[in-house]
């Protein structure tokens, strides 16, 4: 069990580019969550999968962002035409539904900045 | 909706001194309830958590939690804190045990000598 990865782990990107996150999470686990951290806040929920469907999106999530989980392995999220609010950090976590621990698995996050 | 109240921004404990941290939560029915703390530059790490059974749950690293539906609340506590507790502590709620969590804004522990 090597935990969920994230990478990177710190994007510097200016305004108006688009920037790709990546996830990898424990090996098996068929839920896969991701969350929006700002300073001084808690995690935000933005969007999970269960296998390769996306079941829910917050409305936190713009028509900018998108989200895929095409083999129900890693995921990504994209964020087009970057703006300086989306600076945060992008957390990921992974939890296996079947087994009926309850636990979400998180990642060590990507750190957005846009400038 | 959930949500999830940290009254507590920002505490300062003695090492050696007990803690409790609040939460309060609103949900309709019955809540799947967790603590995860984070320290910086790492990721969330679940410390206990409570979705029926026994209202006192033990987790990791000698934390306590008690479930209180009459107070809707779920308070964090530790006997006697160690300098390696300093880091961020957040509660969270959600509608099952794999569903979505929703947190609250978090406490941030501080231990001084």
Known sequence: DTGVSQNPRHKITK?????????????????????????????????????????????????????????GSFSTLEIQRTEQGDSAMYLCASSHIDV???EQY???GTRLTVT | AQSVTQPDIHITVSEGASLE???????????Y????VQSPGQGLQLLLKYFSGDTLVQGIKGFEAEFKRS??????????????????????????????????????LTIIP
């Open chain 1, 100 to 102: 009926g621990t309850y």
């Open chain 1, 106 to 108: 998180f990642g060590p």
């Open chain 2, 21 to 31: 941290l609040r939460c309060n939560y609103s949900y309709g029915a019955t809540p």
């Open chain 1, 15 to 71: 305004r108006g580019q688009n920037v790709t996150f990546r996830c990898d999470p424990i090996s098996e686990h068929n839920r896969l969550y991701w969350y929006r951290q700002t300073l001084g806040q808690g995690p935000e929920f933005l969007t999970y999968f269960q296998n390769e469907a996306q079941l829910e999106k917050s409305r936190l999530l713009s028509d900018r962002f998108s989200a895929e989980r095409p083999k």
């Open chain 2, 71 to 108: 107070q809707s609340s779920f308070n964090l506590r530790k006997p006697s804190v160690h300098w390696s507790d300093a880091a961020e502590y957040f509660c969270a709620v959600g509608a099952g045990g794999n569903e979505k969590l929703t947190f609250g804004t978090g406490t941030r």
């Open chain 2, 33 to 36: 309830l967790f603590w995860y």
